[in-house]
């Protein structure tokens, strides 16, 4: 069975910094690509960032220079490392496994 599980999101102040993480099941993440994606209210869900196994590594241009997604093969984890992060930046963060296998979500709110 497929898992991915994430933790990391909160409550944090413009300007401040986070860090996601995504414990997969070993099956998905040796062998397929991982990102985050993020739905905020009433929009739809987008790609935030995506990262190969090889570590090759794609950001939507709204977090370019701010976001860092990075994996440790060893743990079957990926990290999403959010700094500078502004109000927009506001919504549900999902794990993405292979491009179909889906996180529960974890909430990131910023604002003072």
């Known amino acids: 069975q497929v898992q991915l599980v994430e933790s990391g999101g909160g409550l944090v102040e413009p300007g401040g910094s986070l860090r996601l993480s995504c414990a997969a099941s070993?099956?998905?993440?040796?062998?397929?690509?991982m990102g985050w994606y993020r739905q905020a209210p009433g929009k739809e869900r987008e790609l935030v960032a995506t990262?190969?196994?090889?570590?090759?590594?794609n950001y939507a241009d709204s977090v370019k220079g701010r976001f860092t997604i990075s994996r440790d093969n060893a743990k079957n984890t990926v990290y999403l490392q959010m700094s500078s992060l502004k109000p927009e930046d506001t919504a549900v963060y999902y794990c993405?496994?292979?491009?179909?296998?889906w996180g529960q979500g974890t909430q990131v709110s910023v604002s003072s």
């Open positions: 993405n496994g292979a491009g179909q296998y």
């Open positions: 070993a099956t998905i993440f040796r062998f397929y690509y």
């Open positions: 990262i190969t196994v090889r570590g090759n590594t």
